[in-house]
């Protein structure tokens, strides 16, 4: 049975494995899940940021590290489609309705090729957040893992 820290781990791995940028997940407990992006962004390093409408952007590997700039989300998706490195973003939308330009600034996210993976992570987002965007993203369940197609070699053992 998988642990609470594997699950976020799993999760991660198809956040970062998914074919597009602009992702929906739906998930029981985002507390949870942001804890747990924070272990996996302090123990590999990864580039991991959180946006929530009250702290604005905000880097998961140091506790306090906030992105100047990115109180509002129209300003955290101008960074995040300037940046060129690695990034997975998660952002809280929930019941918050995107405004004609976040939601262009997404659609813009989710069609931009890099060299880099860049994800956008939209959790827990109302229908009516999401729905201009339906034919954009892709969703994901947070706690229904879907096994891969091809197996992998996993410390010593192969596991699909």
């Known amino acids: 049975m998988p642990t609470a820290a594997n699950a976020g781990l799993e999760v991660f791995e198809r956040i970062i494995d998914a074919p597009g940028s602009l992702l929906a997940l739906d998930t029981d407990d985002g507390t949870q899940l942001i804890e747990q992006f924070r272990m996996i962004a302090r123990r590999s ?31 955290a998706l101008r960074y995040i489609l300037q940046s060129l490195h690695f ?10 309705v995107l405004s004609a330009t976040d939601s262009a600034l997404l659609r813009q996210i989710s069609r931009t090729p890099t060299e880099h ?3 956008v992570v ?10 201009a965007l339906e ?22 053992r192969w596991i699909t």
């Open 135 to 156: 034919n954009t993203l892709i969703r994901l369940g947070g706690q229904t893992i879907v096994s891969r197609t091809r197996p992998r070699l996993r410390d010593g």
């Open 45 to 75: 390093g990864q580039a991991i940021y959180m946006w929530r409408g009250n702290e604005g952007l905000t880097g998961l590997r140091e506790a306090q590290m906030k992105v100047p700039g990115c109180l509002r989300l129209g300003d």
């Open 122 to 131: 939209l959790v827990d987002a109302s229908p009516l957040a999401i729905g």
């Open 87 to 96: 990034g997975v973003y998660v952002l809280f939308v929930g019941d918050l």
């Open 117 to 119: 993976i860049r994800r």
